[in-house]
């Protein structure tokens, strides 16, 4: 079996208040290219610190995570991440939301035009065409989340993390 993504003996303590608390202990999981993989489990089991962990965005307390034969040593273009909370920019609109990840990872090498036709796109896809121009106070809980999706997909990441993303929908 080929793996791409490899989460091996991972635990994470947290250190707090009251002393280390262990939010994952000796997680093992191994998924292969084109999986679709779903962490169902109550809530504060730990699905958002693991995904946190294949993010980049923290650090295992033992363990290692590795992605495409490579140890994950920080968050990168190629993993993608939908937040729960959806992390907009809240002075950017919609569209420059979007065109922020699109040019981080494409300004280098494509022209301005380009890169707004990646993110025009990428609003469209999830239906958001029309309010490209709103700012996120300006637009429903479920239509952020969309954009967080949609964020997620313009930079063509090879792995698409997406924490909690359909609950919102349903509002
Ligand atoms: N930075 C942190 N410091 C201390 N405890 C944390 C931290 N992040 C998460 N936890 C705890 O770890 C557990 C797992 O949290 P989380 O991964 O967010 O759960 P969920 O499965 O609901 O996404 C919870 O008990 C939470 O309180
Ligand atoms: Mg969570």
């Keep these: 079996m080929e793996k ?3 989460v091996e003996s991972v635990s994470q303590v947290f250190d707090t208040a009251h002393g280390p608390f262990t939010a994952l202990n000796n997680i093992n999981l191994a998924i ?6 779903s962490l169902i489990g109550h809530s504060g089991c ?3 610190t693991l ?18 034969q490579r140890e994950i040593a920080g968050p990168g273009p190629d993993r993608a991440m939908v937040f729960q909370n959806h992390s907009l920019l809240p002075w950017y609109t919609c569209f420059q939301n979007v065109y922020l990840a699109v040019e981080r ?8 035009a380009r890169l707004r036709e990646r993110t025009a796109a ?12 709103k700012y996120p106070r300006e637009i429903s809980g479920g239509m952020k989340q969309r954009v967080g999706i949609a964020r997620a997909l313009a930079i063509e990441p090879k792995v698409l993390l997406m924490d909690e993303p359909l609950a919102p929908w349903m509002r």
Excluded: M, Q
Excluded at 122 to 133: G, I, K, P, Q, Y
């Design 4 to 6: 791409y993504v490899a």
């Design 105 to 112: 990872v494409f300004g280098a090498s494509e022209t301005k």
């Design 122 to 133: 990428a609003l469209e896809l999830v239906d958001l065409a029309h309010a490209s121009s």
């Design 32 to 37: 292969r290219k084109g999986e679709f993989v």
């Design 51 to 68: 995904l946190n962990l294949i993010a980049g965005l923290n650090k295992p307390s033992s363990g290692v995570l590795i992605c495409d």
């Design 46 to 48: 730990g699905k958002s």
